[in-house]
Every structure is written in structure tokens, then in C-alpha cells.
């Protein structure tokens, strides 16, 4: 019975932390960067900013002419890699 108890509890411990982590902007600066802004590929992706100010900030500090993307409400999917609800770069957002 123990076990049962732990392991739901754990089971919506998980379940409520990723709904939580996809309500975070995630940094993703570019090892290569694409002509129109943000990325082709990520060199490293930094998780957990609160605001998109914040995410965006760090983003033009480590840039170096590499470019960054700033993403909102990312979540992995199989084949597809991050997807994220909003997209920002140095260029604007989408």
C-alpha cells in the first residue's frame, strides 16, 4: 500500500512540475545563427527565466555574434525536437 501511495504521489509530483516548466522561457543560444535571426543549431540551451525580459537579457550577454532564441512554454516532441509557443530572437518575436 505504501509503495501505491508513493508512487502516485511521485506520479503527480512529476506531472505538476512539467506543467510548470512549460510555463518558463527557455534561452537557446546558436552555434550557427540563421540570416533572419535566432538559430539553425543551438550551441546550449539554458532553462527556468521567468519573464521574457530576463530570458532575452541573458540572450544578448552571451550572444557573441552567434544569436540566441528565447522560447516560451517549450516542451519536447517526438520528431520534432523543442517546441515552444512563442519565439524570440534579436530580431523580434513570432
Known amino acids: 500500500m505504501k509503495k501505491i501511495v508513493f508512487l502516485a504521489v511521485l506520479i503527480l509530483s512529476v506531472t505538476l512540475l512539467s506543467a510548470c516548466a512549460s510555463k ?4 537557446f543560444v546558436c552555434e550557427s545563427p540563421h540570416p533572419n535571426g535566432g538559430c539553425f543549431e543551438n550551441k ?16 544578448i550577454s ?19 525536437g523543442t517546441v515552444c509557443k512563442e519565439i524570440c530572437n534579436e530580431k523580434g518575436c513570432n
Open 62 to 80: 552571451l550572444m557573441n555574434q552567434s544569436g540566441f532564441e528565447c522560447g516560451y512554454g517549450c516542451r519536447e516532441e517526438d520528431g520534432w
Open 24 to 27: 518558463t522561457w527557455t534561452l
Open 44 to 59: 546550449y540551451v539554458l532553462r527556468g527565466y521567468q519573464s521574457q525580459k530576463e530570458c532575452m537579457e541573458k540572450g
